[in-house]
């Protein structure tokens, strides 16, 4: 069984970089059917898909919302088993949960966390 796990800073400036860790355990992410995807829920609101890294052989191929794909990054560290986000220039409208998930491609973007194996979330503030 798959499982992953978020981490990073609670608590980030306006104006900074939020930066998130999913520490993947039980498979890899280099394996190639899967997007790894970072997904959030701002307070309510439903999910908002952030974006994904998928590998083929030894590169993997980031793809991003086109509401965030201007301050978004999502790399993959194959030798941590890893993936992070970074989201740049954030405001109080980016305070939400944060999730990293493994969804299959016909999964991303659905409105639950009923597919998939998803950590269990990590709330971040923007505030100063």
């Known amino acids: 069984q798959v499982q992953l796990q978020e981490s990073g800073p609670g608590l980030v400036k306006p104006s900074q970089t939020l930066s998130l860790t999913c520490t993947v355990s039980g498979g890899s992410i280099t394996t190639n059917y899967y997007y790894w995807s970072w997904i959030r829920q701002p307070p309510g609101k439903g999910l908002e898909w952030i974006g994904y890294?998928?590998?083929?052989?030894?590169?993997?191929?980031?793809t991003y919302s086109p509401s965030l794909q201007s301050r978004t990054s999502i790399s993959g560290d194959t030798s941590k088993n890893q993936f992070t986000l970074q989201l740049s220039s954030v405001t109080p409208e980016d305070t939400a949960v944060y999730y990293c998930?493994?969804?299959?491609?016909?999964?991303?973007?659905?409105?639950?966390?009923?597919?998939?194996?998803w950590g269990q979330g990590t709330q971040v503030t923007v505030s100063s």
């Open positions: 998930a493994r969804v299959r491609p016909a999964d991303y973007g659905l409105g639950s966390r009923n597919s998939g194996s």
């Open positions: 890294i998928r590998y083929r052989g030894n590169t993997y191929y980031a």
